[in-house]
């Protein structure tokens, strides 16, 4: 059975920081692209980072220098660290993983940057 479990989300103030975890199973985590979504109420879901098998990187614009994406395929998690956080940066994130045509998801974890 693929699970991708995310953690990390909460309450944060603006200026903080957060690190978001996803542990996978059920599929070979290491032939997979993985990479962070997030979806703000009302818009759109949104690529913010993805990592590929070899470790090549790339960020939205919007989060370029402030978060940081990184893989561990001893144990199957995908991380988001996340700095400096703003208030536009609110919303649910997902963790994706792809291998040509296939792609899981999983069930989002809430970020809330606010004073």
């Known amino acids: 059975q693929v699970q991708l479990v995310e953690s990390g989300g909460g309450l944060v103030q603006p200026g903080g920081s957060l690190r978001l975890s996803c542990a996978a199973s059920?599929?070979?985590?290491?032939?997979?692209?993985m990479s962070w979504y997030r979806q703000a109420p009302g818009k759109e879901r949104e690529l913010v980072a993805g990592?590929?098998?070899?470790?090549?990187?790339n960020y939205v614009d919007s989060v370029k220098g402030r978060f940081t994406i990184s893989r561990d395929n001893a144990k199957n998690t995908v991380y988001l660290e996340m700095n400096s956080l703003k208030p536009e940066d609110t919303a649910v994130y997902y963790c994706?993983?792809?291998?040509?045509?296939?792609?899981?998801w999983g069930q989002g974890t809430q970020v809330t940057v606010s004073s």
């Open positions: 059920g599929f070979t985590f290491s032939m997979y692209r």
């Open positions: 990592i590929s098998i070899g470790g090549r990187t």
């Open positions: 994706n993983a792809i291998f040509t045509t296939v792609a899981y």
